[in-house]
């Protein structure tokens, strides 16, 4: 099986297969982002993809779950995608779900009846860096897209019956708007109701503009009091009605999981506990580690 450079993907897609369709990011921009920063995009030659296939069957033909690789993977046309997964199920017939990450623009360029078509062949459970419900956070982070937009093209996922996560990443404003990115990021969080929330720390690599731009102090990034006042504000502001809370990414200061609402009140007890544990170090800022779930081949 061939996957080339460094791969990643979500912690909870441990047991799934890994098949890589694509290379690299197709927007590749993300501010924070240090991933793919020497790999140009490109596309996976369908015979390689085939091939990749015929591979998984002989070492893994129970498998239930796909996980298309590389950055976003969701970018392949409709057509390619139903391809693709016809592919995966005439192979491998025990798979049940194909999922991937995507961004808001890959949703945006497909139609109402492309995500149907999506979703009758199993793509389901997308992974999706939203990041923050705050335009002026979006707009540092280089996102490409709106917090208008992200609702919009997420709520037409709902309707097509695609589940995705809903990621975030606590700290995108920055110290002077710690408060502005909790309150929106909980509203757009609230009007798409989604099935996963994934939560990140904010944290800049060698190698990415945002590191750049912290030790030129263009961008100053939040204290560990900011951030647990962030995330304190952010979950008291959450009004869902049956959403998986995902927070176990190193990157947190206070590593969590559990369900809202039903675990909501246990969670800001968390933030409180550990901001008391912290109080005599919520003026410095966090030194921390790796990203999440990386699989260096
Ligand atoms: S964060 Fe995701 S969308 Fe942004 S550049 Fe990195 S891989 Fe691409």
């Not at 693709?84 to 990450?101: E, G």
């Not at 002077?176 to 944290?203: C, K, M, S, Y």
Request: proline fraction near 4%.
């Amino acid at each position: 099986m061939s996957l080339t450079g460094m791969v990643y993907r979500p912690p909870y897609e441990a047991n799934s297969l890994l098949l890589q369709v694509t290379q690299g990011c197709s927007h590749n921009k993300c501010t924070f982002c240090y991933m793919y920063p020497d790999v140009p995009f490109s596309v996976c030659p369908v015979e390689q993809v085939a091939a990749d296939i015929e591979e998984a069957t002989r070492y893994c033909p129970d498998v239930e779950r796909v996980f298309l690789e590389h950055g976003d993977a969701f970018v392949l046309s409709a057509d390619r995608l139903v391809q693709i997964a016809d592919a995966i199920h005439a192979r491998l017939p025990k798979v049940k779900t194909i999922a991937m990450y995507a961004s808001i623009q890959n949703i945006r360029h497909k139609t109402d009846d492309d995500l149907c078509r999506l979703h009758e062949c199993g793509i389901d459970g997308l992974d999706i860096g939203v990041e923050s419900g705050l335009d002026a956070a979006l707009q540092y982070m280089n996102k490409g897209h709106t917090a208008e937009e992200a609702k919009e093209q997420l709520l037409r996922l709902t309707d097509a019956g695609i589940d995705y996560s809903f990621n975030i990443i606590l700290g995108c404003g920055g110290e002077e708007l710690w408060r502005e990115n909790a309150d929106a990021t909980a509203a757009l969080i609230n009007a798409v109701q989604p099935h996963l929330l994934f939560i990140g720390t904010l944290h800049a690599e060698p190698g990415c503009r945002l590191y750049q731009d912290m030790k030129r102090g263009l961008f100053r990034e939040c204290t560990f009091g900011q951030l647990l006042d962030e995330q304190e504000r952010l979950i008291s502001g959450l009004e869902l009605k049956d959403t998986i809370y995902f927070g176990s990414h190193p990157s947190n200061i206070v590593p969590m999981q559990g369900r809202l609402p039903k675990h909501k009140q246990a969670m800001i007890e968390a933030v409180r506990e550990k901001r008391e544990q912290l109080r005599r170090h919520l003026n410095e800022y966090p030194q921390r580690g790796g990203e999440g779930s990386i699989l260096n081949r």
